[in-house]
T-cell receptor
Framework: ETGVTQTPRHLVMGMTNKKSLKCEQH?????MYWYKQSAKKPLELMFV???????ENNSVPSRFSPECPNSSHLFLHLHTLQPEDSALYLC???????????????FGSGTRLTVV | TQLLEQSPQFLSIQEGENLTVYCNSS?????LQWYRQEPGEGPVLLVT?????EVKKLKRLTFQFGDARKDSSLHITAAQPGDTGLYLC??????????FGTGTRLKVLA
């Protein structure tokens, strides 16, 4: 399987639940990202991992917890979310954090999250 | 705070028509990218422009980076239903972090 794969595609969770989003890339990229896409708002960068090290946490609430066990896998652990956290969560990768200037991001298809 | 404003927000046209969408900012950028996002999918990179005044063509799509590197346009000639989607511009001042615009949602009717 090639590209960036995200699971699940859809997730409905209650505010007291704990769930995890998974992202996997088979492109040999070294940088991985979590983005949030809400209606009528620009894509918001949440976290950046470069060579498995977190290099960016864009003031994201602690109810979102990322994990990057290796350069191919990225998780987003969710707990006690709020309804306003409902959005499309996109994972992306790039050859290196500095190479997005030339090659851009490769995005997954996203996880549509609904918090009830 | 750097902002990228895209216009129009929505555009519905007939197949065969031409259109232009815009991406504007008051900030100077070193690089700007255009992505297209289809329903149920993530954005896909179309082009990267880095030089002021640069023009790039991708089949029926023409991309231009403003001379001052503050704005960009995307022109589609003879639009087809397959061009339907959300068009996003993204720009950076020199780091790996791109900021994204709010997007132009295009619908091409057959």
């Amino acid at each position: 399987e090639t590209g960036v794969t995200q699971t699940p595609r859809h997730l409905v969770m209650g505010m007291t639940n704990k769930k995890s989003l998974k992202c996997e890339q088979h492109l040999g990229h070294n940088a991985m990202y979590w983005y949030k896409q809400s209606a009528k708002k620009p894509l918001e960068l949440m976290f950046v991992y470069n060579f498995k090290e977190q290099t960016e946490n864009n003031s994201v609430p602690s109810r979102f917890s990322p994990e990057c066990p290796n350069s191919s896998h990225l998780f987003l652990h969710l707990h006690t979310l709020q309804p306003e956290d409902s959005a499309l969560y996109l994972c992306a990768s790039s050859q290196g954090a500095g190479t997005t200037l030339k090659y851009g991001y490769t995005f997954g298809s996203g996880t549509r999250l609904t918090v009830v | 705070t750097q902002l990228l404003e895209q216009s129009p927000q929505f555009l519905s046209i007939q197949e065969g028509e031409n259109l232009t969408v815009y991406c504007n900012s008051s900030s100077v950028f070193s690089s700007l990218q255009w992505y297209r996002q289809e329903p149920g999918e993530g954005p896909v990179l179309l082009v990267t422009v880095v030089t002021g005044g640069e023009v790039k063509k991708l089949k029926r799509l023409t991309f231009q980076f403003g001379d001052a590197r503050k704005d960009s346009s995307l022109h589609i000639t003879a639009a087809q239903p397959g061009d339907t989607g959300l068009y996003l511009c993204a720009a950076t001042s020199g780091t790996y972090k791109y900021i994204f615009g709010t997007g132009t949602r295009l619908k091409v009717l057959a």
